[in-house]
């Protein structure tokens, strides 16, 4: 974000996105998807590494499809990739990024659950598991943890199945 006479000033693509956001958790998810789908038409596949990244990271919570889901979070992985710390004019928006990342890879894994690829699903959550120290030990932070906590026990409750992959959950008596 640009600085001007001591202050930061706003990103009006991060407001817009964040506008969105509140649309969508005030239950009209339908109205967000197409918002959000015009916002990312606006900005493009060649947009801002940071825009991109935020945008279909919530994007994908408005999908119907798993498969969409996924295609929305693998979006938002990749943008955040291209933003490094090598990029010195970057450098807070890459730190910005960081802190998303737990949350990414979580995302991620719960798309492949979804989709029951568990072996991929636990990959991520790995990742994710990973990436939380990046995290503030603040409400965001706490949460994403706790959540990240509880797919890995969704997913050792489910244990491995014949051939090393992971089956349904298993009835319990």
Known sequence: MAERQGQTVPDAVLTR?????????????????????????????HGHPL???????????????????????????TAAEELTDDRPAEREEALAVRALYPSLHLNLAADYVKLGRSEAARTHLRRARGAAAALADDGYGNG???????????????????????GPPRQRP
Do not use: K, N
């Not at 969105?20 to 493009?44: N, P, T």
């Not at 994403?144 to 992971?166: Q, Y």
């Open 144 to 166: 994403v943890r706790a959540a990240i906590s509880r797919l890995e026990l969704r997913l050792a409750e489910e244990g491995p199945a014949a051939g090393g992959g992971w």
């Open 17 to 45: 996105i964040g506008q969105v956001v509140m649309l969508h958790h005030a239950g009209d998810r339908e109205e967000a998807r197409h918002r959000f789908l015009d916002l990312w038409a606006e900005i493009g596949e």
């Open 51 to 77: 825009h991109r990244c935020t945008l279909a990271h919530y994007l994908a919570d408005t999908q119907d499809d798993p498969s969409d889901e996924l295609a929305w979070d693998l979006r938002a992985l």
